[in-house]
């Protein structure tokens, strides 16, 4: 073995071992191992997204709302500056 590989070995063998015991080494672990969900944690889980997913529709509906108010707006201002040449 070279001996410039041994030191580049180490340095990497010893940022696994970090990343390992690092909050994201952890959150890893977690998710390949699968963590279990207890049924009224997957309830709340549920009504949240349910929450969220009414939520959504209704800042949707409201965003459709403001973009006619805008379209008629930009109508009017038309409008207007029409009837100043015009006048």
């Given at each position: 073995?070279?001996?410039?590989?041994?030191?580049?070995v180490?340095?990497?063998?010893?940022?696994?071992?970090?990343?390992?015991?690092?909050?994201?080494?952890?959150?890893?672990?977690?998710?390949?191992?699968?963590?279990?969900?207890?049924?009224?944690?997957?309830?709340?889980?549920?009504?949240?997204?349910?929450?969220?997913?009414?939520?959504?529709?209704?800042?949707?509906?409201?965003?459709?709302?403001?973009?006619?108010?805008?379209?008629?707006?930009?109508f009017?201002?038309?409008?207007?500056?029409?009837?100043?040449?015009?006048?």
């Amino acid at each position: 073995m070279d001996r410039t590989l041994i030191p580049i070995v180490l340095f990497q063998v010893a940022g696994i071992v970090a990343l390992a015991f690092s909050p994201i080494g952890q959150a890893l672990a977690k998710r390949i191992g699968g963590t279990r969900v207890d049924a009224r944690e997957l309830e709340e889980l549920k009504a949240d997204v349910s929450d969220l997913r009414a939520e959504l529709d209704d800042v949707r509906s409201r965003a459709a709302q403001l973009e006619e108010m805008q379209e008629r707006l930009d109508f009017a201002e038309r409008m207007l500056a029409q009837g100043k040449k015009n006048g």
